[in-house]
């Protein structure tokens, strides 16, 4: 079965301090990633995504994300955190199964603490 | 800007009693989502629907059901609740295999 890995479930950084999650994916064929925040009390949005192209994406807020297939990852990257980055970071993954519904696995979540 | 709306952010409902959860999107989308999501467990699907009339169960189906009437609205069932369906409901819609827009959230408390 499907499944997607997010190594840390806490993290905590003071600003300016860079910034990487680890996400990694079991799945052999075709993938879409994506890596989605939900800040305290708001709805889960898209911070960037990878379909095809350059394996290197970016995405809003300087975000961005290197998509490795020969190591299953797509690990998220931010040169420099502020304390508005503190929020929660799922990576989810389409599985290009053959049919046309994006049904996503998602990891369990990165909790991010921004210290000022 | 896509919008998914849901009906209620908060809910506390009594073990036993039959729950709506409602989500309604502006998009034309044709696939809607139902996830549950619970600290360290993140977000985990419950059923999904790729057109009017159309289900398909997702990872975690038991307990749940789902109703699409109309092509907007997404209606997640619980025929009796129970303690361990406390959790935050997130619905979402797509088009095709693009990206997932998710509504704000319900969170339901069953006591």
């Known amino acids: 079965a499907q499944s997607v890995s997010q190594h840390n479930h806490h993290v905590i950084l003071s600003e300016a301090a860079s910034l990487e999650l680890g996400c990694n994916y079991s799945?052999?064929?075709?993938?879409?990633l994506f890596w989605y925040v939900q800040y305290p009390g708001q709805h889960l949005q898209l911070l960037l995504k990878?379909?095809?192209?350059?394996?290197l994406v970016k995405g809003i807020k300087g975000f961005e994300a290197e998509f490795i297939k020969s190591k299953f990852s797509f690990n998220l990257r931010k040169p420099s955190v502020q304390w508005s980055d503190t929020a929660e970071y799922f990576c989810?993954?389409?599985?290009?199964?053959?049919?046309?519904?994006?049904?996503?696995?998602f990891g369990t979540g990165t909790l991010l603490a921004v210290q000022p | 800007d896509v919008k998914v709306t849901q009906s209620s952010r908060y809910l506390v409902k009594r073990t036993g009693e039959k729950v709506f959860l409602e989500c309604v999107q502006d998009?034309?989308?044709?696939?809607m989502f139902w996830y549950r999501q619970d600290p360290g467990l993140g977000l985990r699907l419950i059923y999904f629907?790729?057109?009017?009339?159309?289900?398909e169960k997702g990872d975690i189906p038991e307990g749940y059901s789902v109703s699409r009437e109309k092509k907007e609205r997404f209606s997640l069932i619980l025929e009796s609740a129970s303690t361990n369906q406390t959790s935050m409901y997130l619905c979402?819609?797509?088009?095709?295999?693009?990206?997932?827009?998710f509504g704000p959230g319900t969170r339901l408390l069953v006591l």
């Open positions: 979402a819609s797509t088009a095709g295999l693009e990206t997932q827009y």
């Open positions: 799945y052999g064929g075709t993938v879409n």
């Open positions: 990878y379909f095809s192209g350059d394996p």
């Open positions: 989810a993954v389409n599985a290009h199964s053959g049919g046309a519904t994006n049904k996503l696995i």
């Open positions: 998009m034309d989308h044709e696939n």
């Open positions: 629907s790729y057109d009017v009339k159309m289900k």
